[in-house]
């Protein structure tokens, strides 16, 4: 069974500009959570989907949003991009909702650096 | 809202002794999950084990183990027989069983410990 993919693996942009990272779930999986991490704050969650619709959300601004597709797959926007936004980005899915207590399935991640 | 506090940023090992990392916990609710990640050098992260707050049994899964102790909010993770493989960062992480009125919040990590196991 595929594990969680992530594209791209590596992506680099520019202050003000937005960016879309994309999430493939475990086949069956459809809940899709999303964190950033990086050397200074950790891991922290940004939010999760589940059948299309936003769940819950971290404590992040609004520029940070996303969306669920039918399939399960995800994807992250970032607007306004700004140095602070670069971090490694991790998305992992669940068969279930959060709550329910099933381990979450990571990806490699999508590493986003802000000149 | 809960905090997982990993007291130890770094532990380094012989190969094929036994280690224990620390982890504890505060929370308010009575019904929570919690689990061990390792994230190696090719930073993906992968599940260790896991443990459901309501039950008394310690997990265990081959060469890693938990000692759970609800009151005292502490879920210490042993690794035995350790191996040059085990060598990654380890995170402890807390997730809440609500499942309505907005769910859990994902998934809160610890700040991590760096395993470094010495050949």
């Known amino acids: 069974k595929a594990g969680v993919t992530q594209t791209p693996r590596y992506l680099i942009k520019t202050r003000g500009q937005q960016v879309t990272l994309s999430c493939s779930p475990i086949?069956?999986?459809?809940?899709v959570s999303w964190y950033q991490q990086t050397p200074g704050q950790g891991l922290q969650f940004l939010f999760e989907?589940?059948?299309?619709?936003?769940?819950n959300k971290g404590n992040f601004p609004g520029r940070f949003s996303g969306r669920q597709f039918s399939n399960s797959r995800s994807e992250m926007n970032v607007s306004t991009l700004e140095l602070g936004d670069s971090a490694l980005y991790l998305c992992?899915?669940?068969?279930?909702?959060?709550?329910?207590?099933?381990?979450?399935?990571f990806g490699d991640g999508t590493r986003l650096s802000i000149l | 809202a809960q905090t997982v506090t990993q007291s130890q940023p770094e532990m380094s090992v012989q190969e094929a002794e036994t280690v224990t990392l620390s982890c504890t916990y505060d929370?308010?609710?009575?019904?929570?999950?919690l689990f061990w990640y390792k994230q190696p050098p090719s930073r993906q992260m992968i599940l260790v084990i896991r443990?459901?707050?309501?039950?008394?049994q310690n997990a265990t899964e081959n060469r890693f183990s938990v000692n759970f102790q609800k009151a005292a909010k502490s879920f210490s993770l042993k690794i035995s027989d350790s191996q040059l493989g085990d060598t990654a960062m380890y995170f402890c992480?807390?997730?809440?069983?609500?499942?309505?009125?907005?769910?859990?919040?994902?998934?809160?990590f610890g700040k991590g410990t760096h395993l470094i196991i010495q050949p």
């Open positions: 443990q459901e707050a309501y039950k008394q």
């Open positions: 086949s069956g999986h459809r809940s």
């Open positions: 989907y589940f059948s299309e619709t936003q769940r």
């Open positions: 992992a899915s669940s068969p279930g909702v959060q709550g329910a207590g099933q381990p979450q399935h």
């Open positions: 929370t308010s609710e009575n019904n929570y999950y």
């Open positions: 992480a807390f997730m809440g069983g609500r499942l309505v009125g907005g769910g859990a919040d994902g998934l809160t």
